[in-house]
């Protein structure tokens, strides 16, 4: 399926997209590169807290983590809207398996 033929049969409600959670999460994290902007902010978090400001220590702490969870929370949603808008990032979301199609079949819904 043609980037094309994918956005104009997910707008007309003909196709389900699944996206998978963690593969998208992983491929998020990469490009946001993730560890290497946390790991400092964690270590950083951990230093004040053994200074002594202990509380604004693990205030850091938990806001970074906060972070990180929002960010591979809404991964999905960034990886279907990223393939709606570039058949470039389209195509490589496929062949990664990180999305998936679906075609609906709507049911004869005879008496």
Known sequence: M?????VAAYQSGRLAVQVDPKAAARLVSGRMMLPIFLLPVFGLAVGIALVGYFFSG???????LAFRFFVRRSAPGFVLKRSLEDPRFYEYAVAAAILTEKQVV???GGV
């Open 2 to 6: 043609t980037h094309s033929e994918f």
């Open 58 to 64: 693990a205030a850091l702490f938990l806001a970074a």
């Open 106 to 108: 709507s049911g004869g």
